[in-house]
């Protein structure tokens, strides 16, 4: 038996709430899409260890996360169960409390479970964030740049934002790219400032903005090859602050990871093999 921490909630937990319209994404890859996984599970990268750079991860199903410190080839350095045996939620990665390490979440249909401590089995904050049977593609990011990532939700071309992780409705919410979008949404603070904002990846086009509001990108570049050979990841893999492409190529066996350190067009600077 797991026995939560004071202040823990039990993965399992749930509440009550009903927050957005019923659409639903029908053209971006959704939580569902089978291609979104490699055949070991689900790419992830965040700051595991507060260091300032963002480094691989896998989740590979069944509340099974595997982390590594470093942008290398290697073994997992972290390995711990989040999650069910016969988990259906989508994985998120984020700085939930602020303290500059990033931890795990799942997200079931429209419930969030967001862990503050990587390797703890229950989660510390649960709240609803959606319609109830939610398929919108969930994005997690520090909106506001109160240094805390919250989530979002895109359907479609709909994004809908909120700054807190807490039940509630989306504080922004606009348009970004066409109706029945089929890029792959991402987020980050691409220039520097702070705050996380959307991007867009249609066959290895990548198309970045710099403000959570409808409008064209600010920056467009090509860098790597069509969904599904290669799954597009972000992040800071040099420690600038800013965070830049990477690509996942499924192809290899096992997976090849190619990182950037500029949002420009050009080879990967970075590039190892992680499971």
């Known amino acids: 038996m797991k026995v939560p921490r004071p202040g823990a909630v039990a993965i399992g937990a749930a509440a009550t709430a009903l927050l957005l319209s019923a659409t639903t994404a029908t053209a971006t890859p959704d939580r569902n899409d089978p291609?979104?996984?490699?055949?070991?599970?689900?790419?992830?990268?965040?700051?595991?260890?507060?260091?300032?750079?963002?480094?691989?991860?896998?989740y590979v199903g069944g509340g099974a996360w595997r982390l590594r410190n470093s942008n290398t080839s290697g073994s997992p350095e972290i390995s711990f169960q989040f999650g069910d045996p016969d988990e259906q939620g989508f994985p998120v990665v984020g700085d939930w409390n602020?303290?500059?390490?990033?931890?795990v979440g799942l997200v079931r249909g429209d419930t969030w479970f967001?862990?503050?401590?990587?390797?703890?089995p229950v989660a510390d904050v649960v709240f609803r964030y959606g319609d109830p049977g939610e398929q919108g593609f969930p994005v997690t990011g520090d909106w506001n740049g109160d240094g805390v990532d919250t989530p979002g939700l895109v359907r479609d071309n709909q994004w809908f934002l909120r700054d807190s992780n807490t039940t509630g409705g989306a504080d922004a919410r606009f348009t970004?790219?066409?109706?029945?979008e089929v890029g792959i949404p991402v987020a980050g603070d691409w220039d520097g400032n702070g705050s996380d904002t959307p991007g867009l990846v249609r066959d290895g086009v990548w198309l970045l903005r710099d403000a959570n509001s409808g409008?064209?990108?600010n920056v467009t570049f090509s860098y790597g090859n069509p969904w599904p050979a290669h799954w597009p990841v972000t992040g800071d893999w040099d420690g600038n602050r800013t965070n830049t492409p990477g690509v996942v190529d499924f192809t290899q066996d096992p997976a090849l990871w190619n990182l950037r350190?500029?949002?420009?067009t050009?080879?990967?600077?970075?590039?190892f093999t992680y499971f």
Do not use: K, R
Not at 45 to 56: F, L, Q, R, V, Y
Not at 261 to 264: E, F, G, I, L, P
Not at 266 to 271: K, L, N, P, R, S
């Open 261 to 264: 350190n500029s949002n420009t």
């Open 215 to 217: 409008g064209l990108a």
């Open 35 to 58: 291609a979104i996984l490699s055949s070991t599970g689900v790419t992830l990268t965040g700051d595991w260890n507060g260091d300032g750079i963002d480094t691989p991860g896998l």
């Open 176 to 180: 970004y790219g066409d109706q029945n």
């Open 114 to 120: 967001l862990s503050n401590f990587l390797g703890f």
């Open 98 to 103: 602020g303290d500059g390490v990033d931890t």
């Open 266 to 271: 050009g080879f990967g600077e970075i590039t």
